[in-house]
């Protein structure tokens, strides 16, 4: 066998084996007629441990190229070539092999296990469906007449949503700017991955805040981009910890989200919001402003955007109805340098043609009337209602064990444990009870943390999810004081 393992390649050996047996097919140099060499054969012929090639056999069974007969050994798959003695594509070679990663698997593990209807969703950072502005879209759809028109719309999204738009950024966060400024998203994070795909290369480094949301996505990995982190504390990050890294990295964008940040909820004082700003203007770092919640404030006082003060066209500022509104309604936005917003329509008109023009009528209909005001009022009352709850459920139930700050906008609550804990075998035990919460791993490198969104849960779900977050906090606890007796003494 004329093949050498790469051991100071990264691939796991099994994974190379496999690999070069499935070339090896492909090529005609293992015949369909003969057996493949024996696990214990080839094991010794790389000079592996037997486990490694059994590994590797597997690997090649489950995904149908070979198969195991007892007795007899290994042998290429009789159904290799399907009934018009063509080959079937190695899709699981696909699907590991592609460039668009996939999400972590805890983020998927609780996304499967957050479709259970009874299970209390403290983990999905969205609104509850009676939040949801239902009566007055039923409304809209009863009185208005839809008389857009039903081909393709302007690449930059419907003219008519992006004035509406402009005017809604006006009078409710002061950022003042006109339609040909926006381009119409789908959702926050479509907008994400259009700014990373068109004005990133393999190869930039980033800064991101550490906890964040951005720190959870995949996006970052996918297009080769190397990602610093910027420490948070309770108000934000430190706006000169940039400048070091950009002196070490040549930071090429950085990526904030100033109001009620997600998972922390912290707010980003004035005074280092404006610091952000010298020091992009200082060392020409553009930068990314991530705002779902400002206008979630619970007093209904906005503070200044980094984009309301930003008078140099250093911000790129993201938003949508997906924490304020409805997540199903797949409607955000960016705003920035006319150049730069046509250049990211270009590419978001290559993907989808431009965006549906039934969720933009529906969005311009409802920001444009008296009744998006009415609804806003009533989130920020029960998004405040639901988290008193949360704080008094902490308090009652966890007493000492944990701390947190009381957000005063947002949907998230990011809540220290005082002890140390796994925070996976916490959730695990937490999902066996009916209770969905995400790890703060998830969200940085500080361990002891975990987040809960208080928006998506009624406040008497929020008080069960609590009381069963506490049991499985002392499951764990006692389960490690059993284990501490039970080990003897060294």
Excluded at 260 to 267: D, E, I, Y
Aim: charged share 25%; proline share 6%.
């Amino acid at each position: 066998m004329n093949f050498k393992l790469d051991r100071s390649d990264k691939t796991p050996l099994y994974k190379q084996i496999a690999a070069y047996i499935e070339n090896g097919i492909s090529t005609g140099e293992f015949s369909p007629d003969t057996a493949l060499p024996s696990e214990r054969h080839l094991a010794k012929e790389l000079q592996v441990n037997r486990s490694t090639v059994v590994a590797a056999y597997d690997e090649l069974q489950s995904i149908g190229i070979v198969e195991r007969r007892k007795g007899s050994g290994t042998h290429i798959s009789t159904d290799i070539w399907g009934i018009s003695d063509k080959r079937i594509p190695n899709w699981g070679r696909y699907v590991e092999d592609g460039s668009f990663l996939p999400n972590l698997p805890l983020v998927q593990k609780i996304r499967t296990e957050t479709q259970n209807n009874d299970m209390i969703n403290m983990a999905s950072g969205e609104l509850a469906a009676d939040l949801f502005p239902a009566e007055q879209f039923h409304s809209i759809f009863k009185e208005k007449p839809f008389t857009e028109h039903l081909g393709y719309d302007h690449p930059q999204g419907n003219i008519r949503l992006r004035e509406t738009i402009s005017n809604h950024l006006y009078g409710y966060k002061g950022i003042s700017n006109d339609a040909e400024s926006i381009l119409i998203t789908s959702g926050a994070q479509q907008a994400l991955h259009l700014i990373v795909q068109c004005l990133l290369k393999p190869g930039d480094a980033v800064a991101i805040e550490d906890p964040s949301y951005a720190y959870s996505l995949p996006l970052f990995k996918s297009a080769g981009l190397r990602s610093y982190l910027l420490k948070s504390d309770e108000n934000g990050i430190n706006p000169d910890d940039l400048i070091e890294l950009h002196r070490k990295h040549r930071i090429r964008m950085v990526f904030i989200n100033p109001d009620f940040q997600n998972p922390t909820g912290v707010q980003m004082p004035l005074s280092r919001r404006k610091r952000i700003l010298e020091i992009s203007s200082d060392y020409g770092i553009p930068i990314v402003e991530d705002d779902p919640y400002s206008i979630t404030a619970f007093n209904g006082n906005i503070a200044s955007s980094l984009k309301r003060m930003d008078y140099n066209g250093n911000v790129l500022y993201i938003s949508s109805l997906s924490k304020i509104v409805a997540s199903g309604l797949r409607i955000g936005w960016i705003v920035g340098p006319k150049k730069v917003i046509q250049r990211l329509a270009d590419a978001k008109q290559q993907i989808d043609f431009g965006h549906s023009i039934f969720p933009q009528w529906v969005a311009n209909e409802f920001i444009g009337s008296p009744q998006f005001d009415e609804h806003i009022h009533k989130v920020r009352q029960q998004l405040e209602a639901r988290r008193k709850q949360l704080s008094k459920a902490l308090i009652h139930f966890l007493g000492d064990k944990v701390e947190f700050m009381e957000p005063h906008g947002g949907i998230h609550l990011w809540c220290k444990l005082k002890e140390p804990v796994d925070e996976f075998q916490l959730l695990n035990e937490s999902l066996k009870r009916g209770l969905a919460f995400v790890p703060g791993s998830i969200f940085g490198e500080s361990k002891g943390f975990v987040r809960f969104t208080y928006g998506r849960s009624a406040p008497p779900d929020i008080w069960e999810g609590i009381s069963r977050f506490s049991e499985a906090l002392q499951h764990l606890h006692k389960n490690n004081l059993s284990n501490k007796v039970a080990t003897p003494k060294s």
